[in-house]
């Protein structure tokens, strides 16, 4: 048979299955609702972080250190990314120039495209914080932090303006799309 001990004692094998049933389902309803509780007060602490621009933790992303401040050398790498894409660069020229020069991602790998091509989309690279949310229905929604009018707030110090990042982006997705057509 199988035998169940608790931290407060509780052991089905001295007091018999029965005897402790009733503590043992009270004991796991108890530990539910702690849990419960617990996941409720880490929600709406997360929420308020994220109401208010504050890190959340996790990958911090290329360009930016731990504390939401730029990274002077990932800014730099950027924005030399931004100007040779903007000039006709191609996405794997701009990793092969970095790998051989000693760049590495943020997590310590060698640049590829994929990753490159993310990280010029990203929202950080204009100051804006990107989560991603749910919706009343449960569906994942992505968005910016946003202040009480509903305005995306800037909150880390810009790495590119926002005309080159759109014209970056453009140019991005246009190479995508010619690339698909082919």
């Avoid at 004692?9 to 702690?34: C, K, M, P, V, Y």
């Avoid at 929604?141 to 909150?155: A, C, K, L, N, T």
Wanted: aromatic share 4%; proline share 3%.
């Amino acid at each position: 048979g199988s035998r169940l001990v608790d931290s407060k004692s509780i052991d089905s094998a001295i007091a018999g299955i029965e005897n402790s049933r009733l503590a043992i389902i009270i004991q796991a309803e108890q530990s539910r609702t702690e849990m419960v509780v617990l996941q409720e007060r880490l929600l709406r602490g997360k929420e308020a972080q994220r109401r208010r621009g504050e890190y959340l933790g996790g990958q911090v992303p290329f360009g930016l250190a731990a504390v939401r401040s730029l990274d002077p050398q990932g800014a730099e790498l950027i924005k030399e990314a931004a100007q040779m894409i903007l000039a006709g660069a191609s996405i794997p020229e701009i990793c092969r120039k970095w790998n051989e020069e000693g760049h590495k991602t943020g997590t310590g790998a060698y640049w590829g495209s994929t990753s490159l091509r993310r990280l010029m989309r990203m929202p950080h690279l204009v100051g804006l914080r990107h989560y991603i949310t749910k919706d009343a229905d449960g569906n994942e929604v992505e968005d910016y932090f946003r202040d009480e009018d509903g305005e995306p707030v800037i909150v880390t110090d810009p790495i590119l303006d926002i005309a080159t990042f759109r014209r970056v982006d453009q140019a991005l997705a246009k190479r995508r799309s010619t690339t698909r057509k082919t």
